[in-house]
């Protein structure tokens, strides 16, 4: 009879035969140029969620009284993946990635850039590309750009 072991388990991650994520890449099992795991990039996306949630708050009870919710919950969204792709394509991290001690490289260690940031960044709006990760921890976001995130400290 097959079994739940024989055919694996999604909370166990795609099959893999290395022993830690980015080992067949050369990367570190842990710190700087490990690849950064599922809670930090967790932490860190609502770090930066609420960055501009709080911002918005405050324009909500001030300028922006009045205003319908709809209009400032697009708004609001807009703001987050301009933020996302200035701050990724500018830095290489957004403001929690950078507290999480986490940077988007390119696979080669460089800046990703600009168009990667604008791609990249519109993916994880969508939040499928960000679940669906390989046994690098890679989400499609990342492999659709040649990038991963990793640890910087």
Request: aromatic residues 8%; glycine residues 12%.
């Amino acid at each position: 009879m097959v079994s739940r072991k024989d055919l694996g388990s999604w909370l166990e991650g795609a099959p893999s035969d290395q022993s830690y994520p980015g080992q067949r890449m050369g990367r570190p099992q842990t710190g700087p140029g490990s690849i950064a795991r599922p809670g930090r990039r967790l932490v860190a996306f609502w770090v930066d969620w609420l960055l501009v949630q709080g911002i918005f708050l405050l324009l909500a009870r001030g300028p922006l009284a009045g205003i319908d919710s709809v209009v400032l919950d697009v708004s609001q969204i807009l703001v987050f993946w301009a933020y996302l792709v200035a701050s990724v394509g500018f830095m290489g991290h957004s403001l929690g990635h950078l507290l999480l001690g986490m940077q988007v490289q390119a696979l080669d260690g460089r800046p990703v850039g600009w168009l990667t940031a604008l791609i990249r960044q519109s993916l994880v709006m969508f939040l499928l590309p960000v679940v669906l990760m390989d046994a690098d921890q890679r989400g499609l976001h990342d492999r659709a750009r040649n990038s991963i995130l990793i640890m910087i400290r």
